[in-house]
């Protein structure tokens, strides 16, 4: 495996829908490394700081964010009341051979800066894409129109990962339009920790869906 498909991109429908969970689901599953670039909202803490705490990850195991903003605001905004400015080219992926899982800032749509989308620089990046939904009411809507942008621009779906009480038509209804697997469904965790995400991984058979990966596991 070369090292431009040692990378996964965790995005989400929405802000709050659980990539940060989802991504550490997949740092531990997959004993990769995880980057969040660019950071708003540091706050009410950072990303980068759950995943640590939650996975007692060791240094080497993330990477520090390329861009870090206080306000809890739309990235490009976040960086103009700092007096910044989000560099597309600054978001270049560290050249490192071992698997690293990405996590976004919010949604496709999200601007970087007044001319540049979460979405572009998703077509730079050019790896696999999970998308993190919610499994509730509005999901139908949301996911398949954040599954049709990926799509018309040609980016590369690997699968969906639905994030909350579990829902009876809701699955199979954005299998269907979408065209798209769901990987895994996470329910919602009186409290989420490592131990958990590691039986719903065993559970819901991660290492024979993802073989590309765990074959090659760093
Ligand atoms: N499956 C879950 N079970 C319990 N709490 C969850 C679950 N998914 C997300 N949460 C909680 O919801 C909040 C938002 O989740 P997070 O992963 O940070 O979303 P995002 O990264 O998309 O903004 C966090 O407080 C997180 O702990
Ligand atoms: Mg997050």
């Known amino acids: 495996m070369s090292t431009s498909s040692k990378r996964i991109i965790i995005c989400g429908t929405d802000t709050d829908v659980g990539k940060t969970i989802v991504s550490s689901f997949f740092v531990q ?19 980068t700081e759950t995943v640590r705490k939650l996975l007692n990850l060791e240094p080497n195991r993330y990477i520090s964010e390329k861009y870090k903003f206080k306000a809890s605001v739309s990235p490009h905004w976040a960086a103009e009341k700092e007096s910044d400015f989000i560099e597309p080219n600054n978001l270049e992926i560290p050249d490192i051979d071992k698997l690293i899982i990405i996590e976004t800032a919010g949604g496709l749509m999200v601007p970087l800066n007044r001319n540049w989308l979460q979405i572009d620089q998703l077509k730079v990046w050019g790896a696999p894409i999970i998308l993190v939904a919610r499994t509730g009411l509005g999901t139908l809507n949301h996911t398949l129109l954040s599954l049709e942008a990926l799509k018309s621009r040609d980016l590369n779906i690997l699968g969906l990962v639905l994030n909350g009480h579990p829902h009876d038509d809701n699955p199979k209804t954005l299998e269907q339009f ?41």
Do not use: C, H
Not at 181 to 207: G, M
């Open 178 to 218: 979408g065209d798209t697997k769901i990987l895994a469904s996470l329910p919602i965790f009186d409290e989420v920790s490592a131990n958990k995400l590691s039986r719903e991984w065993d559970q819901q058979k991660l290492d024979q869906k993802l073989k590309q990966y765990i074959s090659n596991r760093n």
């Open 29 to 47: 599953g997959l004993k990769a490394i995880y980057w969040k670039p660019i950071q708003s909202g540091t706050e009410e803490g950072t990303d």
